[in-house]
Every structure is written in C-alpha cells, then in structure tokens.
C-alpha cells in the first residue's frame, strides 16, 4: 500500500492509514463495556459528528456491536486499557444521545500475544460482533488482520501502525500514524525547528513498528542534512541500556531519538541521568504513557519532546468535552490512545450516519459483518466523507485507505504535556 507522506502541524501534515470489513458469528452473550449510566455531558453536539436524526427517513437506528482487541493485562496494558477506556467514553455518549442508534461493546484481552489476539478474535466472533476496534498493538494486529481480511470482518485499529497491518487487506483500516510517516515527520520537524547538530537513534530491531520508524526516520534524516553520529539497538529483553545510551554520549550527540514504547524509554532515561547525559530526547506515539508508569520518577522526563494526534491541554471544544468525560470517568487524563479509542467509534458511527443519509435510512441490528463490511469500505473510501475527532479534525480517506489528518508535537514539563 502506498504511503504519501505530509509535514507536522508546524511543519505539515503526516498521513495515516485506515480500512474495513466483516462477516458475522451467530450471536452469543459476553461482557459489555460502554453504558450511559453515569456520564456527565453525555451527547454528541461536542464530538464533531453530527447527530443522526431520531427514528425517520435517513436516520441511523439499531444496536451496533462492536468489539475491541488488545493487552488489558501485562507489560502491554496501559495500551489496551486506555483504547477501551477511551472507546467506552465514546459508546457511553452516544447510548446516551438517544438518537435510535446504539452500541454494544464487548472487550477482549491479547496480553500483547499475537496467538492470544486471534483467540480474542474468535471469541468476538462467537458473540456475534460486527466491527472490531482493534487490535491495539502491531504484532497481534498483522496476526488478526489476516484472520478477518479472509472472514471479511470489519477492523479499524487505533494505533497498530505498521504498514504490514494493511498491506493487502481491503477490510482493514488505521486510524493512528503510519510508521513511515512518524519516522520522516520527526525528521522533518527537527530539522526545521533546528532542534539538534548531532543526533543519535536507538531503537528495537524486534518490533516492526520500532523498525519501520527508524528506517524512514533515517532515509529523510539523510535528505534534509540532519547528522546521524550514532545507531543502536536492542530487543524486546533488553534491560540494560549502558551501551547504547554511552555510545550516543561519546559521539556527542545533542538529540536522541526514540522511535519507541514508554518501558524501554524509561530505562533509557534513567540510564542518562546516571551518567549525567542531558541531550534533548525526541519520542513518537509509542512513549506516550512514560508519565503513567509506576514507580517512573517523571522529572527524568522533564522536556521530552513527542509527535502525538493528541494534546489533552488542547482549547478546542472537542477535546475539552472529550477530557472532561473521560477524567470524570476515570480520574485520569486521557492519553493518545485513549483519544485514539474514543475516535475509532465515532468514526464508524459517523461512516454509518453519512451511508443512512444518502440511502433512506439504516437499521443494524442483526446486520451480517459482511454487509456492514462493504458499507464501510464504501463510506471510507468515498472522497466526500469526512470525520472530525479529538486526534484530527476534516479526516478523509483515500481509496488506499490512507488517512489525512494532523499531528501535533508535545513536550513534557512539569510532569504533564504541554502543546508546542
């Protein structure tokens, strides 16, 4: 699938992919997540969809089950329990906007397993579900993709971000960013803020996602003049980053960049502040959450930079109502993926309103996956759909499934993120 890249909020826009379809079990029962008991400001006026009319010609109307894959326990859950944290949010304002449409919401844990992922994957077939949010980590995502490109079931993952997840899989969509496109936007920003001379490159040459970033990272790196003085790695058991984080302070490197998730980051962290290595660190998607571990002293993180879809700190009314729920629910202030959770459903909702608009209206409930499959895809990939969401406003989609939408670039100060 091809991949065009764009710049940074400041620098540009960057470009994502997304993609679905599906086909049906016979319904059984499960556990459900997303009721409207107990949220505040409970609608959708402040979500950037617009409401579907009640119970008429055009309108939206049935129950939707939706399902979501990811790691809620293990070294992995703070991923997975945001994304469903977050999509609860979302189901919750929607069952509460009594517009004749609603969603069920069951969830599946995959501990970060891609054998546990399909497993999970059945499950949700065996109850019967018609889209799936998910899955929310690369590995178990490529693994469950190719399961349900060949049963036809309808995947749009929040932040599974390899190219690999989609290639050759028209039923499969993302709606967080590519990897290339992280890799050359954060090149592409630090050249143009002129934030280092030397810069330094650590990442696991285990995760696909950790890979992919590097290699287009380093590929614009080369073309916009950026120097590159050091290049390690480790691998998912790595636990001890002496060398790597040495290296880059004995080549005098003023940035290191991080395409990586929060754990490994942490360690490298601390393992700076051993040594009294101060570079400006530069991270992308996968570090957010760092703030969260327990036990993490988070001064280490003091000007950590970021790409992110996401600022909680954001102004706009969409992202206020969003933070305020979610903080209401949870006591917590959301993280990207949680805002990539709460947007996945929205999304779909939105693709469905704008199908029943155009087609006399649309009733789901009991509708087979592989219908509803082909009414996305339809929707998605229709150049005048358009969905607005906490992660990007005006999302559009190509017939690739490619998504254009923009990222913005955070810094942590004083233990919170701050837009830049």
């Known amino acids: ?225 950026l120097e590159i003085v050091s290049e390690t790695t480790f691998t998912d058991d790595t636990t001890d980053f002496s060398v790597q984080v040495g290296d880059a302070q004995s080549a005098d490197a003023d940035l290191v960049f991080l395409p990586i998730y929060y754990t490994p980051a942490s360690l490298i962290l601390q393992q700076a502040s051993k040594t009294g290595y101060e570079p400006t660190f530069f991270g992308v998607d996968g570090m957010d959450g760092i703030l969260t571990i327990e036990g993490f002293d988070t001064s280490l993180a003091e000007g950590v930079m970021l790409l992110t879809p996401f600022s909680a700190d954001a102004t706009d009314d969409l992202t206020k109502n969003f933070v305020s729920n979610f903080s209401s629910k949870y006591g917590e202030t959301p993280s990207q993926f949680a805002a990539d959770g709460y947007d996945c459903a929205y999304a779909i909702k939105a693709a469905l309103e704008f199908y029943a608009a155009k087609n006399g209206g649309l009733d789901v409930t009991g509708m087979g996956s592989d219908e509803l499959c082909e009414i996305l895809i339809s929707v998605f990939t229709d150049s005048s759909f358009s969905a607005d969401g906490v992660t990007g406003l005006g999302m559009v989609w190509d017939a690739n499934g490619q998504v254009n939408k923009q990222p913005k670039a955070v810094v942590i100060k004083d233990g919170v993120y701050v837009g830049m």
């Not at 397993?113 to 799936?132: F, M, P, R, T």
């Open 1 to 225: 699938m091809k991949k065009k890249m764009l710049s940074l909020i400041m620098t540009g826009a960057m470009v994502m992919a997304m993609a679905g379809c599906g086909s049906t079990g016979d319904a059984g029962t499960g556990s459900t997540a997303g009721t409207a008991a107990g949220t505040e400001n409970a609608g959708t006026e402040a979500t950037g969809t617009e409401t579907a009319a009640p119970a008429g010609e055009g309108a939206l109307t049935g129950t939707l089950k939706l399902g979501v894959i990811g790691p809620l326990t293990g070294a992995a859950a703070i991923y997975g329990n945001a994304v469903v944290n977050g999509t609860t949010v979302a189901v919750d304002e929607i069952n509460a906007a009594g517009t004749g449409f609603t969603i069920e919401l069951q969830a599946q844990d995959d501990e970060h397993d891609a054998e546990k992922s399909v497993n999970a994957y059945h499950q949700l077939q065996d109850w019967g579900v018609q889209a799936i949010a998910g899955t929310v980590t690369t590995t178990p995502c490529i693994a469950v993709s190719a399961e349900a490109n060949s049963d036809r079931v309808f995947m749009l993952t929040p932040s599974a971000s390899a190219t690999t997840v989609t290639e050759g899989k028209d039923n499969v969509f993302q709606l967080c960013f590519a990897d290339p496109n992280q890799g050359s936007a954060s090149a592409q920003y630090i050249a143009d803020n002129k934030l280092a001379n030397k810069v330094a490159i650590i990442y696991n040459n285990a995760d696909p996602y950790s890979t992919g970033i590097y290699q287009t990272f380093k590929a614009k790196a080369s073309e916009l003049g």
